[in-house]
Structures are given as structure tokens and as C-alpha cells.
């Protein structure tokens, strides 16, 4: 694939899930249109379709850097994605000590208990899918 829009919608279906995508394609309107091919072509289909690092890494880069920026709201989308990438629970753990370190306490902690959350939550929805035939 050599177009960025394409190959950006394969990396994102395999990292986010089809579920996560074609909810936010069927939330897409002619305001954020734009945005969204902007965001799949570049984030997606560019940055994150390198395989110069691992999509662990690439994962525990941008929990990382969106903690460090405040950048809340991203954080529980982006952990629900280590299922797919790779990522541990040790190694999240890992990262949000190093954004205590280098970027402070406040957002490591904010970080932290977003990603307890969604850990809970994502227990949850495994507990549900095993109980049920």
C-alpha cells in the first residue's frame, strides 16, 4: 500500500481495533473530515506504519508524550491499544515513571489513574465475554 490514507486506516484498524474505528468513521462529519484524513494519513499511515521501531515502543512512546503534554484525553484509547501492541502493564507502569521523572508527579499520577481505570474496565468487558457462551 503506498497511499498513506490507505495504509494509515490498516495500522490504525490493527492497532485501535475495527471496533474504535468504525466508531469514530461513523462520527465523522464534513466539519472533522478533513481532520480525520489529516490524522490517518500522517499519524497512521506514516509515523505509526514505520517499522524503524516496534509498535510496542511506539506505544509506550506516545502514553509517554501524552501524559508529559496533558494530553488526557487520549490516554485511555491509547491503553486499550497495548492489547494490541505489545505493551505490558509492567511497561506502561515503566513509562509513567519516567513522565514523574522528566515531566512531573502531577501528570504521571493523572496518567496512572486513567490507565487503572481502563485496565478495569477492560477486565470487566474480558469477564463479561468469558461468562457468556
Not at 501524559?67 to 485511555?76: L, Y
Not at 496512572?112 to 469477564?127: C, F, G, S
Amino acid at each position: 500500500m503506498s497511499n498513506p490514507h490507505d495504509t494509515g486506516m490498516t495500522v490504525r484498524r490493527q492497532v485501535l481495533g475495527d471496533a474504535h474505528v468504525d466508531r469514530a468513521e461513523a462520527g465523522t462529519t464534513d466539519l472533522d473530515r478533513p481532520f480525520q484524513d489529516l490524522i490517518t494519513a500522517s499519524a497512521w499511515g506514516t509515523v505509526w506504519a514505520s517499522d524503524a521501531i516496534s509498535r510496542r515502543e511506539r506505544s509506550m512512546l506516545t502514553l509517554a508524550l501524552l501524559a508529559a503534554t496533558g494530553n488526557f484525553d487520549e490516554i485511555p484509547m491509547h491503553i486499550r491499544a497495548t492489547a494490541r501492541t505489545g505493551a505490558s502493564r509492567r511497561d506502561v507502569a515503566e513509562v509513567f515513571q519516567h513522565v514523574a521523572i522528566y515531566a512531573g508527579v502531577p501528570c504521571a499520577n493523572h496518567a496512572l489513574k486513567l490507565a487503572k481505570q481502563t485496565y478495569a474496565e477492560m477486565d470487566a468487558q474480558d469477564t463479561q465475554m468469558k461468562g457468556q457462551p
